[in-house]
């Protein structure tokens, strides 16, 4: 388990969110799926909600924007959204939304990476970020997955200052991202087994006791399975799309297992 409650160090993925055309019909399936108390916020919020389990904060789900699609957002931590903003262009990724505040929880802007993954960056104030990870329910791991990973980890190196991890194995690419010499996150290729269609991406994982069970239970809701679970040296992982299309990863190590 861990738990925060105080800002999360530049360069950590701090927060996840969910953008979806109907809110209700998200509070539902996830409620449902992972046990999230899911609470209003201010009307100037525009509907935002706080998914919560045991009063802590773990994700958010939002209206989507325009024509945006359906999906999982992280966001990477930062001491001065502005200057990052400023990274990311000097090191050849792409500011989508300009550095704005969210009231006063926080300043926060929204990125593509040189290999086309959308990414958002937060300035902690009121609001620091997931306080609780690592639980059923709750974050596991965030990766970036691209056809350009090495651009992408020059990319990711020149903003964030990550050193990288090889734990690649034949046939893949694939670091962990690393602060102070501990792995906050990953990076991997998108070889070409996968479908010229499937888009650069941040993967959410969140935790479960038992991954086929959650697989289950995301299709009873009216989810679907993008890819069926499989076992890794790291736990039993699956991928999974929600009744509105949103892709997340699911995965339970072998002590919830047995747990």
């Known amino acids: 388990m861990v738990t925060r409650n105080n800002a999360w160090p530049p360069g950590t993925p701090c927060w996840v ?3 979806v055309t109907d809110i209700p019909k998200a509070r539902t399936f996830y409620s449902s ?3 999230w108390e899911i609470q209003d916020t201010p009307p100037e919020a525009g509907g935002y909600c706080m998914c919560e389990i045991g009063g802590l904060p773990v994700a958010g789900i939002g209206q989507s924007q325009g024509d945006m699609p359906i999906f999982w957002t992280t966001y990477l931590a930062s001491a001065d959204a ?3 903003a400023e990274a990311i262009k000097t090191a050849g990724g792409r500011v989508v939304v300009e550095p704005f505040d969210v009231m006063d929880v926080g300043r926060m802007l929204i990125a593509a990476d040189p290999g086309g993954a959308m990414f958002g ?3 902690a104030r009121s609001h620091t970020g997931v306080q609780l990870a690592n639980e059923p329910g709750s974050l596991a791991w965030n ?3 691209s056809r350009d990973y090495d651009a992408n980890k020059a990319f990711y190196g020149a903003v964030f200052g990550y050193q990288f991890g090889d734990i690649g194995a034949e046939g893949m690419r694939y670091s962990t ?5 501990r792995p906050v996150g990953g990076i991997g290729e998108i070889g070409a087994e996968h479908p010229a269609e ?4 941040w993967a959410t994982y969140f935790a479960v006791p038992d991954t086929d069970a959650a697989v289950a239970r995301a299709v009873e ?3 679907s399975v993008v890819a069926p679970a499989w076992d890794t040296p790291y736990g039993r992982m699956a991928v999974v799309a929600d009744d509105q299309g949103a892709v997340f990863a699911v995965m339970s190590t072998e002590s919830e297992q047995e747990g």
């Not at 991202?177 to 010499?181: A, K, P, R």
């Not at 499937?198 to 991406?201: N, Q």
């Open 121 to 123: 960056v937060w300035q």
């Open 221 to 223: 809701l009216g989810g």
């Open 33 to 35: 799926l992972f046990g």
């Open 82 to 84: 502005d200057k990052t």
């Open 143 to 145: 990766e970036n997955m």
């Open 17 to 19: 969110d969910l953008g």
């Open 198 to 201: 499937m888009p650069a991406s």
């Open 177 to 181: 991202l690393d602060l102070d010499g």
